[in-house]
């Protein structure tokens, strides 16, 4: 089930960057689960919420990976322009049924509308939206401002969710000050 405060205040307090289990859709191997369990337990959630995105053009913001309500959260900026998208990984799920009634983000005084798009759904509310991704027992959200992020942009990150690799779990993690050694 959706929080209220769950995505739109970490967009601007805390972005936050999801990641999740299984094999990289981009043909590369998880990370390995040892490394993964011991970054889920830094963040304070769940090894299977530990998921990550692809978008050209989009790098994440390394600042903003953590926890936020037992979620996986992360933000992804633009290279070019001051844009982002948030990605949120938690337990839960869609259906045509309770679609609607769950409110996207913080928007909870809009109605919701719902559009099943292949595998996710396509979700507006006020000047938000949204892709929902379910994998397994996890549900990811892709979500941004309408007028700065477009659909385009946020299916792309859609198709290409995945666990991480190795290399990108790194770029998860904070920065070890080597200076001094």
């Known amino acids: 089930m959706m929080r209220p405060a769950r995505a ?20 590369g191997t998880v990370a390995d689960s ?4 011991a970054a889920a337990r830094t963040w304070g959630v769940d090894p299977e919420l530990v998921y990550v995105t ?9 600042a903003s990976v953590g926890e936020y309500e037992d979620e996986f959260v992360t933000a992804y900026l633009a290279e070019e ?3 982002k998208f948030g990605l949120f990984a938690g337990h839960g799920s869609l259906t045509a049924e309770n679609c609607t009634k ?12 719902c559009e099943h798009d292949g595998d996710a759904w396509y979700r507006e509310a006020g000047e938000s939206h949204e892709y929902a991704v379910p994998i397994d027992a996890v549900l990811i959200h892709l979500i941004a401002d309408a007028d700065k992020v477009d659909r385009a942009v946020l299916r792309e990150a859609a198709e290409a969710v995945h666990r991480p690799d190795d290399a990108e779990l790194a770029a998860l993690l904070p920065a070890t000050d080597s200076a001094g050694t």
């Open 8 to 27: 739109l205040l970490p967009l601007f307090l805390l972005p936050v960057l999801l990641t999740g289990c299984g094999a990289d859709k981009n043909g």
């Open 34 to 37: 040892a490394d993964l369990d």
């Open 54 to 62: 692809e978008v050209s053009g989009y790098t994440v913001f390394q």
């Open 81 to 83: 322009r001051s844009t």
């Open 102 to 113: 769950q409110p996207l983000g913080e928007v909870t005084d809009k109605p919701v509308t």
